[in-house]
């Protein structure tokens, strides 16, 4: 494969808020400074997939016409990303509004926006074809995953993570290389009651799942095969957002570049673990040589070993 990762996402604007405690329902508190910083699943997936050295790194999403749009394009291509089917759409940018708590746990409300208007056009069909990995979530419509997925050239590989967690049509499921869920995604696709029993049963619709553990790690079963399983790091956690995203995109970039499933899974798991150190989403994704310093410590490894 010579490495080049299509993501067929979303783009948003996040807005966030730390916080002492979440606030339960009905109940105003005071937070700290607002962020604004660049997010959307898409975006997110896209960035960390262009620092972990994908050869090339391609973004089909939308954004409004706005300020915010044309921050968050300018963002995305100072990373090297290819935003030439990233369209301008008459809705407005997508937002997300999130709080954090002090132990890093947060909620997250999105406004879609422009990422509601995302279809596949000539040109983004001409690129997914281009695609050795084509790299999906469920922030823009199902029926647009659905066509990438038609689109892909055959041999690509179609990863969908199948978050923010919606019911996935199975058409689209039917097409999908390898699902990434975490744990409630994986309960609430499954119907099963713990991810040891939920990994079969995706596995009756999807030839691998990957399902990310957060502190614990993730776990990668191929249908009829191995099951692959990789700690994280042990870090201290500022804040998660972004944690599955970086993970998905640096597997994303391993996968295209041939990558074997533990080395992949090593890659993603310590840019992951970079990430959750730090604020933000994309601000806190790590670079290539970040991630592989975390890699090495982490993991006694040498060298060679991040070689799959
Ligand atoms: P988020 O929605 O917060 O981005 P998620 O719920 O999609 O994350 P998680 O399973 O929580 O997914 O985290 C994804 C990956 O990030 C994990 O598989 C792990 O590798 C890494 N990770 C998450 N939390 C931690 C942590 N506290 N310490 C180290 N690594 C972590």
Sequence with gaps: MSGSVVVVGSVNLDVSVTVDRLPAPGETLLGGTVRRSGGGKGANQAVAAARAGSARTAMVGAVGDDPEGAALRASLESDGIDCSCL???AAPTGTALITVDRSGENTIVVAAGANDDVRLDEASTALVRSADVVLAQLEIPQQTVLAAARARRAGAILVLNAAPYAAVDPELLAAVDLLVVNEHEALGLSAASTVDEAVP?????????????????????????ATTVVPAPRVEAVDTTGAGDTFCGVLGAAIARGDDDLTALRHAAAAASVAVEGKGAQDAVPSAAQARERALAAYGLGEADLRG
Excluded at 214 to 219: E, I, L, P
């Design 201 to 225: 049963a995706l596995l009756a619709s999807v030839p691998a799942v990957l399902v990310t553990l957060g502190a614990a790690g993730a776990r990668l079963d191929r249908r009829g095969g």
């Design 87 to 89: 369209r301008t759409s």
